[in-house]
């Protein structure tokens, strides 16, 4: 099965700074959606992106997806503290909604 | 708060044992989802039922079972427990079968020992 894998797998920076964090994936897709997870809690949903979009933003967050390159990126931009958490991108095929998630990006925002 | 409840929280139990995990989706959707979520495989989708049907299956063991009951909650039943089903056992949830995001519990631990 499909499955994403995010690049790279761990981020450090200083709050106010940018983080991104790029996927890719290996087959044909319906849509591509982010997922932040605080250690050790559920995943919670940051954004969807189908696959006949290019870019999508939602507050501090900006998605781009090439579907010619399979790849995706996700951009947090002035980054918080409370961005803190591993971040996973999961791509749904199409008719169904079986995500398949990537192993994650660590990403740790320093105040 | 996803509005999905998983119960336990917390589970310790010794090899060769069976245990049931409980989830209540978000009030509406009918489709539940379970992925199990270990260091070295990371998330792995096990299963699907939509509206009390098996929908989809992943990768689930023989010695994991699941349902959907009418009124939409679901167990996951693990048997015969091994010291490498040690993991967070998440429940998901969402409107339909097609496509759309995911509402996740807070897992439940698992720790086989």
């Known amino acids: 099965s499909q499955q994403g894998e995010e690049d790279p797998q761990a981020l450090s920076i200083q709050e106010g700074e940018n983080a991104t964090m790029n996927c890719s994936y290996k087959t044909s897709i319906n849509n591509l959606q982010w997922y932040r997870q605080n250690s050790g809690r559920g995943l919670v949903h940051l954004i969807l992106?189908?696959?006949?979009?290019r870019e999508k933003h939602s507050g501090r967050l900006r998605v781009t997806l090439d579907t010619s390159k399979k790849s995706s990126s996700l951009l947090i931009t002035a980054s918080r503290a409370a961005d803190t958490a591993s971040y996973f991108c999961?791509?749904?095929?199409?008719?169904?909604?079986?995500?398949?998630f990537g192993k994650g990006n660590q990403v740790v925002v320093i105040p | 708060d996803s509005g999905v409840t998983q119960t336990p929280k917390h589970l310790i139990t010794a090899t060769g044992q069976r245990v049931t995990l409980r989830c209540s989706p978000r009030s509406g959707d009918l489709s539940v989802y379970w992925y199990q979520q270990s260091l070295d495989q990371g998330l792995q989708f096990l299963i699907q039922y939509y509206n009390g049907e098996e929908r989809a299956k992943g990768n689930i063991l023989e010695r994991f079972s699941a349902q959907q009951f009418p009124d939409l909650h679901s167990e996951l039943n693990l048997s015969s427990l091994e010291l490498g089903d040690s993991a967070l056992y998440f429940c998901?949830?969402?409107?339909?079968?097609?496509?759309?995001?995911?509402?996740f519990g807070e897992g439940s631990r698992l720790t086989v020992l």
């Open positions: 999961a791509t749904a095929p199409y008719g169904n909604n079986r995500l398949a």
């Open positions: 998901a949830s969402s409107v339909g079968v097609g496509d759309g995001e995911l509402f």
């Open positions: 992106i189908r696959s006949n979009e």
